[in-house]
């Protein structure tokens, strides 16, 4: 079995598998737009394929803008997201988080560039995980996101976190560490949050596809 004693080996253990080659540079699909904060909240509790349906059925209407979802009509709203589950939990949650973005922060570009951790996690409907979703992904910033697969990938090492919290420092802690090492794997400039959301993606499509840690 590989020897991993932090994030940084596990980051070069996911690199040599190869996991993102067709990917897009940041992974999530749609990185640094609104349509991405959508999603962090829509994949809540179900799988990225039911989220892409009501992604689809909101562009069809031309629903994927801060603006108008603030404004939506909430019943409308409930059906285009039904196949991401919860529906109507998640319509009154985002409709509701849109309406606060715009008072707090005007537009989407302001809450890009001004939003903390602290806010998201004061939103109704806004765990850790979704809140880095939206940091990491929506607004380019250096917070990694910890999803179960990160929790049962590092059980098959041997390693158990009593919190998100603690999961997190530990995969963010080993790659700052160790910052200048893993500049040195790419013939380009790579940003730290880059870092975070490739390391991510090799996590979550390794345990996609039932790898083998040995």
Aim: charged share 25%; proline share 2%.
């Amino acid at each position: 079995m590989n020897n991993i004693n932090d994030s940084y080996d596990l980051f070069v253990f996911l690199k040599n598998k190869n996991l993102l080659e067709n990917s897009p540079e940041f992974w999530w699909p749609s990185y640094g737009t609104f349509e991405t904060f959508i999603g962090a909240i829509l994949t809540q509790n179900t799988k990225w394929t039911n989220v892409e349906k009501s992604l689809e059925n909101l562009h069809k209407h031309d629903l994927v803008s801060l603006e108008k979802i603030a404004n939506v009509d909430l019943l409308l709203f409930t059906q285009l997201i039904t196949p991401s589950g919860f529906k109507n939990q998640k319509s009154k949650r985002l409709k509701q988080l849109c309406q606060n973005v715009i008072e707090d922060f005007d537009n989407f570009e302001s809450f890009q560039n001004e939003v903390c951790r602290e806010w998201l996690l004061e939103q109704k409907g806004i765990g850790p995980e979704s809140a880095d979703a939206i940091l990491c992904y929506a607004c380019k910033q250096e917070e990694f996101v910890v999803d179960s697969y990160a929790n049962r990938l590092l059980k098959k090492f041997g390693y158990e976190f009593e919190s998100y919290e603690d999961l997190k420092s530990w995969l963010e802690f080993g790659i700052n560490e160790n910052l200048d090492k893993i500049t040195r794997f790419y013939e380009f400039d790579i940003s730290l949050n880059q870092i975070y959301c490739r390391l991510h993606g090799k996590i979550v499509e390794f345990m996609k596809n039932k790898h083998d840690i040995d």
